[in-house]
């Protein structure tokens, strides 16, 4: 009796999840893994068994921090992803040409920043949409990559995604340098470094939320320290290209 009792609680907290709009293949769960992601168009981070990585920059550009970073790459002949919001992309076209001309991917960050889980369906379109046309008139690209804001999303969120033929990207677990709160370099440089993994997506920001930003100081230690460990910088979509062939492979 008690057992048959538990069978029709736990039957009932299922239909009950169900039922609330969200579906379990597009939550956010360290129980996913690799496969899970790319079929459900979400990616955390590339193939473990190679050391390729990829740096990514939310909430740009910027016209002083986005330039130094900008200047640091290209010293060291390596290529990144920037997320960026439609609304500064508008405000700074020559940064976001730079980014392209220079090698590195434009990703959408919606064009201003909204949580996306608690607007309309119609109000995301409109905000990934408006992103979506300004990056492809700037850079001649249509974007594939997409950062919801926050690293938030829903199953309508994924819908819309699937059906603009983008992805969701998200980032490592343990890679989030939580730059934007500006802990001090040894901080960031800490937490990026000693926890890196092959396959990793690193999140920073090229936005400044303070008077300064510690992250450009903490990337010039941060790049170096990367490459003496033998690992290859790439884009988020020549990383999710790597992914792919290893889960065929494997």
């Not at 379990?24 to 590339?46: C, F, H, P, W």
């Not at 960026?84 to 919606?110: F, M, S």
């Not at 990934?128 to 008139?137: L, N």
Request: aromatic share 10%.
């Amino acid at each position: 009796m008690r057992k048959s009792f538990r069978v029709i609680c736990i039957s009932l907290a299922l239909m009950l999840f169900m039922f609330s709009g969200f579906s379990t293949k597009y939550l956010r769960s360290e129980n996913m893994n690799d496969a899970d992601y790319t079929q459900a168009n979400i990616v955390r981070n590339g193939p473990r068994e190679q050391k390729y990585i990829a740096l990514t920059f939310d909430d740009g550009p910027h016209p002083q921090y986005t330039t130094e970073i900008l200047d640091l790459l290209k010293k060291h002949n390596i290529k990144a992803t920037f997320f960026v919001l439609g609304q500064l992309a508008e405000k700074y076209p020559d940064i976001i040409k730079r980014q392209v001309n220079e090698g590195h991917e434009v990703g959408n960050h919606t064009y201003s920043h909204f949580d996306i889980t608690k607007i309309s369906k119609d109000e995301f379109k409109e905000e990934f949409r408006r992103t979506q046309d300004i990056i492809s008139s700037l850079t001649g690209v249509e974007s594939n990559v997409f950062r919801p804001p926050y690293g938030l999303y829903n199953e309508n969120v994924v819908k819309i995604i699937n059906e603009q033929q983008s992805n969701i990207i998200l980032w490592t677990y343990d890679q989030d340098s939580k730059d934007w709160s500006n802990p001090g370099v040894d901080k960031i440089v800490d937490t990026t470094v000693a926890n890196i993994k092959n396959g990793d997506i690193i999140l920073f920001h090229d936005y400044v939320y303070h008077e300064t930003s510690n992250t450009v100081s903490a990337l010039e230690s941060i790049i170096p320290e990367l490459i003496n460990k033998g690992y290859n910088f790439v884009t988020v979509s020549e990383l999710m290209d790597l992914l792919k062939k290893d889960i065929v492979n494997n």
